[in-house]
């Protein structure tokens, strides 16, 4: 009889983002994953994950490098705010830690090499999770496009947001935000990352690429809307141009409903077209609707359920860490790097008030 391995060790460093409660469940509820640190300069902000997670107080810190050296995790939690991701990516590298960064990748392609450079010196995986990787019904679109069934991918419609960032907390734990709310956030200050187009511009641009095969686009014309009294925007419309074709990708922190409550018209999610159908995948929906030339009216397929270790990004990049396996898809920093040079041109294009080429 084999004895039994050591479990995986994890250290969630930075609570910036409220996925971070997110993760450390999926990391709770993983067999083989021990919680060994929690670290955030603000105690309070670690409250409910201590809390729900029963992290005793020595594995509780409030500098990251007391974290690292003392709790010795195997593996590293990072939810900074976007601007502040590779500046964490490089402090933590050195540790011989591997590096799971929640989204959006950084807050322009040059932070977004700083931290691959970073990895590839010191010889440790960098993940990058986007939520929308794991809802089953964008999973299902994927399968159906790589098995050909509306043909060769043409265009990728994309629209997606919620009611804002100050709306809900880990868990999707609904709050009603304030203005003075809004002026305290990191969500809401330019210099930290925010506004709507960084933190959801990434998701149709990265499953975009994920669905184009890794194809990139070669120009891309982008308009923002930035309220009154506020330094960033609250939604964003990018016009990809493909050599197959436009493709649009939508952002917007203000729509009616959340959709993981109750989708909001326009609905969230993505519809894609081919040169023999088209797929549309909504979040959170239990089908995709696919229309082919067999079935132009139209037919609701089941969204696949995946199993272990498919079923979130904790236990994927567990998986591919016990097993040597290269990160695939959307958590892969080839397709995230594809991904930031579109969110790059678009915040170009935005700035210039004209169609740029896409950046390197």
């Not at 609570?15 to 993760?23: A, P, V, Y």
């Not at 979130?312 to 567990?318: A, D």
Request: with cysteine; charged share 25%; net charge positive.
């Amino acid at each position: 009889m084999k004895p039994p391995q050591p479990k995986i060790r994890v250290a969630g460093i930075n609570f910036d983002h409220m996925h971070m409660g997110d993760l450390l469940r999926q990391a709770f509820e993983h067999p083989e994953v021990e919680i060994v640190g929690v670290c955030d300069e603000q105690p309070a902000r670690m409250q409910p994950a201590i809390r729900n997670f029963a992290i005793p107080p020595e594995r509780v810190f409030t500098d990251w490098r007391a974290c690292l050296e003392q709790a010795k995790p195997d593996f590293v939690i990072l939810c900074p705010a976007t601007a502040r991701h590779a500046d964490y990516v490089e402090r933590c590298a050195p540790y011989k830690v591997h590096l799971f960064v929640e989204k959006p990748f950084a807050a322009s392609l040059a932070q977004a090499d700083r931290m691959l450079a970073a990895a590839k010196k010191h010889r440790v995986r960098l993940a990058i999770n986007w939520p929308l990787r794991w809802v089953p019904a964008h999973l299902t679109a994927h399968r159906l496009l790589m098995e050909g069934r509306i043909g060769q991918l043409q265009e990728v419609h994309f629209y997606d947001g919620n009611r804002g960032p100050l709306w809900h907390t880990a868990d999707k734990i609904e709050t009603r935000p304030t203005p003075a709310m809004k002026r305290q956030s990191w969500f809401y200050r330019k210099a930290d990352g925010g506004g709507s187009l960084l933190d959801y511009l990434g998701y149709g641009a990265v499953l975009g690429t994920w669905y184009h095969g890794g194809r990139k686009p070669i120009e891309i014309t982008t308009v923002t809307d930035q309220p009154r009294g506020l330094e960033v925007d609250e939604h964003s419309i990018t016009i990809a141009r493909y050599a197959t074709g436009l493709s649009k990708l939508e952002t917007r922190w203000g729509t009616f409903t959340d959709p993981w409550i109750h989708q909001p018209q326009p609905k969230c999610g993505f519809v894609l077209k081919g040169t023999r159908g088209t797929i549309a995948s909504y979040d959170y929906e239990p089908k995709v609707r696919v229309q082919s030339e067999e079935h132009p009216e139209g037919v609701d397929v089941p969204a696949d359920q995946p199993r272990p270790p498919l079923q979130n990004p904790i236990q994927y990049f567990v998986h591919c860490l016990q097993h040597g396996l290269p990160l695939e898809g959307p958590l892969s920093p080839a397709i995230n790097r594809i991904g930031q040079q579109i969110v790059d041109s678009a915040v170009l294009s935005a700035r210039r008030r004209r169609t740029v080429r896409l950046v390197d």
